[in-house]
């Protein structure tokens, strides 16, 4: 059974630095991308990051692109994102998402999220 | 960028009815690139359909996708009471960015 299971988020100070973390089981984890995506309180979703199997490809959205950094350990199974410069606009609860076996861009699972609360 | 613009935003129904939601996008999907995806309240988002017809792992078959280029359709032939939520839908190309539609939201009237 696949399993994802997001930790780190938490309260920080406009500017501040968080890292998130992603463990994941019940897949060969090297094998597919993962993908990073949030969803403001009463809001759509949004997509964030991903990164390929190998970790040799990634991408950003532009609204947060040079402030945060997808990476991931393929021996511990495990998808980090780093996020720095963090503004209010950043709040929201961050997924990470297993990407099919049909395409390298599309998620089917998630994760339960993890919340990130920008505030003074 | 592509945008997608989903309509309409709330669905009233009842259940056994149908429910026909729209996702229009503002330029072609490549490859039918497209996926819904249904989230209910404090829970992760869950996949449907992708390639714009084709349902995922474990989803019931009253669950159908059609459409290409621009215009996008998902069907649920008649809505059983755990169907009411949010459904997005979700374009994913050849490459990034991925966006999602604004959601439509179907509720028991």
């Excluded at chain 1, 094998?31 to 190998?54: D, F, H, P, T």
């Excluded at chain 2, 669950?63 to 979700?90: H, K, N, W």
């Amino acid at each position: 059974e696949v399993q994802l299971v997001e930790s780190g988020g938490g309260l920080v100070q406009p500017g501040g630095s968080l890292r998130l973390s992603c463990a994941a089981s019940g897949f060969t984890f090297s094998s597919y991308a993962m993908n990073w995506v949030r969803q403001a309180a009463g809001k759509g979703l949004e997509w964030v990051s991903v990164i390929s199997g190998s970790g040799g490809n990634i991408y950003y959205a532009d609204s947060v692109k040079g402030r945060f950094t997808i990476s991931r350990d393929n021996s511990k199974n495990t998808l980090y994102l780093q996020m720095n410069n963090l503004r209010a606009e950043d709040t929201a609860v961050y997924y990470c998402a297993k990407t099919h076996s049909s395409s390298w861009l599309l998620s089917d699972y998630w994760g339960q999220g993890t919340l990130v609360t920008v505030s003074s | 960028e592509i945008v997608l613009t989903q309509s309409p935003g709330t669905l009233s129904l009842s259940p056994g009815e149908r429910a026909t939601l729209s996702c229009r996008a503002s330029q072609s999907v490549s490859s039918s690139y497209l996926a819904w995806y249904q989230q209910k309240p404090g829970q992760a988002p869950r996949l449907l359909i992708y390639g714009a017809s084709s349902r995922a792992t474990g989803i019931p078959d009253r669950f159908s996708g059609s459409g290409s280029g621009t215009d996008f359709t998902l069907t649920i032939s008649r809505l059983e009471p755990e169907d009411f939520a949010v459904y997005y839908c979700q374009q994913y190309g050849n490459s990034p960015p991925l966006t999602f539609g604004g959601g439509t939201k179907v509720e028991i009237k």
